[in-house]
């Protein structure tokens, strides 16, 4: 089991930015892959980004390109998102994802890939 905790979610204003942080903890293998989704009411969640083990991987919504930085520290078996310009759209739950090692390039853009997430954070951008 590996769980998975975020912070860092909360109120801001149009145009401001946020880093979302996530904590892992638990069986963690080498070679995992992480990732961020998000979800708003009456939507299915959707990848944000994702990154490799390695860092050298990582994958952009086409909505977070040019905004959002993925980023991990695997001495602390963290992962973040660092989220500029942010807009009222951008609002939702973020969720923390996990999933087993398929190398360390490896990065997963689907939902279906990853084994384990965390309990989400909420991010509200009011206009």
């Given at each position: 089991?590996?769980?998975?905790?975020e912070s860092?979610?909360?109120?801001?204003?149009?145009?401001?930015?946020l880093r979302l942080?996530?904590?892992?903890?638990?069986?963690?293998?080498?070679n995992?892959g992480?990732?961020?989704?998000?979800?708003?009411?009456?939507k299915?969640?959707?990848?944000?980004?994702?990154?490799?083990?390695?860092?050298?991987?990582?994958?952009?919504?086409?909505s977070?390109?040019?905004r959002?930085?993925?980023?991990?520290?695997?001495?602390e078996?963290?992962?973040?998102?660092?989220m500029?310009?942010?807009?009222?759209?951008?609002?939702?739950?973020?969720?923390?994802?996990?999933a087993?090692g398929?190398?360390?390039?490896w990065?997963?853009?689907?939902?279906?890939?990853?084994?384990?997430?965390?309990?989400?954070?909420q991010?509200t951008?009011?206009?």
């Open positions: 089991q590996v769980q998975l905790v860092g979610g909360r109120l801001v204003q149009t145009g401001e930015s942080s996530c904590a892992a903890s638990g069986r963690i293998f080498a995992n992480m990732g961020w989704f998000r979800r708003t009411p009456g299915e969640r959707e990848i944000v980004a994702a990154i490799s083990y390695s860092g050298y991987a990582t994958y952009y919504a086409d977070a390109k040019g959002f930085t993925i980023s991990r520290d695997n001495g078996n963290k992962v973040f998102l660092q500029n310009n942010l807009k009222p759209e951008d609002t939702a739950v973020y969720y923390c994802s996990y087993a398929f190398g360390s390039l990065v997963g853009s689907s939902a279906s890939e990853y084994d384990f997430w965390g309990q989400g954070t991010v951008v009011s206009s």
